[in-house]
């Protein structure tokens, strides 16, 4: 009988705002118009790197991936919660939720990776500006980036599989707004210690790590700038890293409330609120804060709007 239970479970519903039916349709425009904004905006910023030849350096090839890596957990996330709130609740088979969590854990983790390397690029460029060419070659930047989606691939599968080779007995009901570790862990009827375990040492890992190398990276960014002899010089410093310092504490701080929380520290809907917060602000508001506070991306921008205009008018 007891196997029977185990097998039975073949799909989850993801409950969502389901306590909330008068949100719904509010809460459907709201994260619709997200969504497309976030579509939009990490498309541009990829669109102009690519076209735009003066920004294919390290700093803005990195900000492209970050853009993929932005545009990825959005499409990933964004459809099914949309459904669920046009719905109230949502089936999705096992299969469904175990891509789901991976390219969750795959998209995150690579991000927190990707940011620890632009941190590292700020570092010898305003550190090192005379050895920067050298440093920062072409070799090293894709080593960095393979190294950034490598780990986000390996800690990906490692989790998933785990996972999902425990054996789902009871309710299936997930609540929840995705398929998250978490809460998808608290159906397993098994004994979860040992992952537990793993899963809070791999996320310290993969935030502290990289946080660690962003907090060093910037310290010595900050001993070099007050020692430049020009405020103008100190200004354009600072504001060269002020996007990247920007959307750093955006990613660590809410991630950090997302996966490093007590088990049971919070309601169920507090956490789906740090959950929103983690996968809808980080992605909406990085092409925001690279393209409005980077004076090269909206130059360059502006450069292709003009050859858009002028390909029209003639």
Not at 18 to 28: A, D, T
Not at 171 to 176: F, P, T, V
Not at 195 to 208: P, R
């Amino acid at each position: 009988m007891k196997m029977q239970n185990q097998s039975s479970v073949v799909e989850f519903i993801l409950l969502g705002f389901s306590n909330f039916p008068e949100l719904q349709e509010q809460l459907f425009v709201v994260f619709l118009v997200v969504y497309l904004v976030t579509l939009m905006g990490n498309v541009i910023i990829i669109v102009v790197i690519s076209l735009e030849q003066s920004l294919h350096v390290p700093l803005y090839l990195f900000l492209q991936n970050l853009s993929v890596v932005d545009m990825g957990i959005s499409a990933v996330i964004m459809p099914v919660m949309l459904v669920i709130l046009s719905t109230e609740k949502m089936r999705i088979f096992t299969a469904g939720c175990f891509a789901q969590m991976y390219f969750i854990l795959l998209f995150g983790v690579t991000e927190c990776f990707l940011l620890g390397a632009m941190a590292f690029d700020r570092f010898t460029a305003i550190c090192h500006p005379l050895s920067y060419p050298m440093i920062m070659n072409k070799m090293v930047f894709m080593k960095l980036v393979t190294f950034s989606w490598v780990s986000g691939i390996t800690v990906a599968t490692m989790q998933t599989t785990w996972v999902f080779s425990f054996p789902f007995c009871g309710s299936n009901e997930i609540n929840h707004l995705f398929c998250e570790t978490p809460p998808v862990l608290e159906l397993a009827c098994a004994d979860t210690f040992l992952f537990e375990i793993y899963a809070f040492t791999g996320t310290i890992l993969t935030v502290i790590v990289p946080f660690s190398l962003i907090l060093l990276s910037y310290v010595r960014i900050l001993f070099a700038i007050l020692k430049m002899p020009s405020t103008t010089g100190r200004q354009k410093a600072f504001s060269t890293c002020a996007s990247h310092l920007t959307s750093v504490t955006l990613f660590y701080g809410t991630a950090s409330m997302t996966y490093l929380q007590p088990k049971s520290g919070y309601s169920p809907e507090t956490k789906k609120l740090m959950s929103l917060a983690y996968t809808l602000l980080t992605p909406l508001l990085n092409p925001l804060i690279y393209s409005l506070r980077n004076s090269e991306m909206k130059r360059a921008l502006m450069k292709l709007w003009r050859r858009k205009v002028d390909l029209h008018t003639f």
